[in-house]
């Protein structure tokens, strides 16, 4: 694809309901990864695929918060037990594999917990 | 946490004027990197310098870093009102690929 695509691009849902949201990176970019962004803030980093697995979660705040990627594209953020704190635009990026490459950002998903 | 602290927080200027946006940073960095983020979506990439870089250069943007002061400037030169935009300067944390950003430069550039 020409760029990063999440979506849903909005989700409003209520306290305490699970929401999956998509990732969709750029072609043959082998590092993924999540970011939230609250209002006013810069975007914090959540987790950092390399490939399938997992490189660096240390960002998830707590473990409410899972992300997959299972065919090494693309990736599902989880989130349980919404809290209205979770509040935020969800953000992924992609990049090719290797430190210090330019990370490419899609749109975002603006998530409202209600 | 956020490593990297632009300053000012927010600047307003007349287009054709240049505007310089500066970063601050804590740790050994691998590279620092530059984002525009237009109505709080999606980040565009804008410019990445490396640590044994000095100077860079993309059209009408100009980076400077200067890692002994752990500090990085970034000047728009001849700017437009579509210069408009929230900026972000990010950097690695010396190891792996994770950008920590700062709360970003509100930029207005009024017609």
């Known amino acids: 694809g020409a760029g990063v695509s999440q979506t849903p691009s909005n989700k409003v849902t209520e306290k305490g309901k699970y929401v999956e949201l998509r990732c969709d990176p750029i072609?043959?970019?082998?590092?993924l990864y999540w970011y939230r962004q609250s209002l006013g803030q810069g975007p914090e980093f959540l987790i950092y695929f390399q490939g399938t697995g997992a490189a660096d979660d240390s960002g998830l705040p707590n473990d409410r918060f899972f992300a997959v990627r299972p065919e090494g594209s693309v990736s599902t953020l989880k989130i349980q037990r919404t809290e209205r704190g979770d509040s935020a635009v969800y953000l992924c990026a992609s990049s090719l594999s290797g430190t210090g490459t330019a990370q490419y950002f899609g749109p975002g998903t603006r998530l409202l917990v209600l | 946490s956020q490593q990297g602290e632009e300053d000012p927080q927010a600047l307003s200027i007349q287009e054709g004027e240049n505007a310089t946006m500066n970063c601050s940073y804590k740790t050994s960095i691998n590279n620092l990197q530059w984002y525009r983020q237009n109505s709080g979506r999606g980040l565009v990439h804008l410019i990445l310098?490396?640590?044994?870089?000095r100077e860079k250069h993309s059209g009408r943007l100009r980076v400077t870093l200067d890692t002994s002061k752990k500090s990085s400037s970034l000047l728009i030169t001849a700017s437009r009102a579509a210069d408009t935009a929230s900026y972000f300067c990010a950097t690695d944390d010396g190891g792996y690929n994770k950008l920590i950003f700062g709360a970003g430069t509100r930029l207005a550039v009024h017609p």
């Open positions: 310098i490396r640590s044994n870089e």
């Open positions: 072609s043959g970019h082998t590092a």
